[in-house]
């Protein structure tokens, strides 16, 4: 009786443990919803006002007043694009440095390097290359930067997945005729697709959410959703009902795209059973 009391506790005190990190973890989404859903005076009140009128006019306000349908546009189109060549630029050097090349270490420190350089390091050089090349406020150049920037993590992530699969599949492959490209396409690609669409998951949420760039290489044209929200705090304060409608219909596509791609993500993150 006293171990099953003693059990009952444990699994109390558990879940009381897990529903408080999670309170603690959804409270600032859960807080963003609620702010695009009532009056700015409702947000900034005190004490906090958890019940309140419901109201649609920060979604009217983005929509009506500032067309903030064309910023989640710009950034649909840059985070599609930049996504697929990210992926079909380093699937193919993951594969190449996990079981073609014998002396990629430089190489793989060189990637790492390009990671850990912070994009305000870059921002100037950018900002005249573009200008140079006539290129600024344009989809191009922020495709291009995308690009670049998550090149080096994919071909990180990508790597460890291809080294998963054990060399002795495109040896045997190699001595029954195939091509690298064909062992790379036909055999490689389809063991490896879990961890493809992770890496894909990962490089969709860093350039959905790309601020900096955006911010240096866009103006009018095609600046992306986060660069928009910089224009609901104006000089007679923040329009945060605008602002919590904005955040909500940033972060709805991500959470919609992961949820989706879960399966797959969850594939990909415990890839190692083929040996």
């Known amino acids: 009786m006293a171990i099953k009391s003693n059990r009952t506790a444990r699994?109390?005190?558990?879940t009381l443990f897990w529903c408080v990190l999670a309170f603690l973890y959804l409270f600032p989404y859960t807080w963003m919803v609620l702010t695009g859903f009532r009056h700015g005076v409702d947000t900034i009140s005190m004490p906090p006002r958890f019940i309140f009128e419901?109201?649609?006019?920060?979604f009217r306000h983005l929509f009506e007043v500032t067309g903030?349908?064309?910023y989640i546009i710009n950034s649909a189109v840059v985070t599609i694009v930049s996504v697929l060549l990210v992926i079909c630029v380093s699937a193919p050097a993951a594969y190449a440095l996990a079981h073609v090349s014998k002396r990629g270490g430089t190489l793989l420190v060189a990637i790492l390097i390009a990671r850990i350089i912070p994009g305000i390091a870059i921002g100037v050089p950018v900002y005249l290359i573009a200008t140079r090349l006539h290129q600024l406020d344009t989809y191009q150049a922020l495709v291009v930067i995308n690009v670049a920037v998550?090149?080096?993590f994919a071909i990180w992530l990508m790597r460890s997945f291809f080294m998963e699969v054990h060399p002795t599949l495109r040896e045997a492959a190699i001595s029954d005729g195939c091509s690298e490209w064909q062992v790379f396409t036909k055999i490689m690609l389809p063991l490896v697709l879990g961890g493809m669409l992770a890496t894909s998951v990962?490089?969709?949420?860093?350039?959905?959410?790309e601020f900096l760039f955006a911010l240096i290489l866009?103006?009018?044209?095609?600046?992306t959703a986060p660069l928009a929200m910089l224009g609901f705090?104006?000089?007679?304060g923040v329009q945060w009902d605008a602002v919590g409608a904005a955040a909500f219909l940033v972060s709805t596509p991500v959470i919609i795209f992961a949820f989706i791609m879960q399966r797959y993500l969850v594939q990909g993150l415990t890839m190692g059973s083929v040996k």
């Open 54 to 58: 419901p109201t649609l006019a920060g």
């Open 233 to 236: 705090r104006t000089q007679y």
């Open 202 to 209: 990962f490089v969709f949420i860093a350039v959905w959410n």
């Open 11 to 14: 699994k109390a005190v558990l």
């Open 150 to 152: 998550n090149i080096p």
């Open 68 to 70: 903030f349908q064309k």
């Open 218 to 223: 866009t103006t009018s044209v095609s600046p």
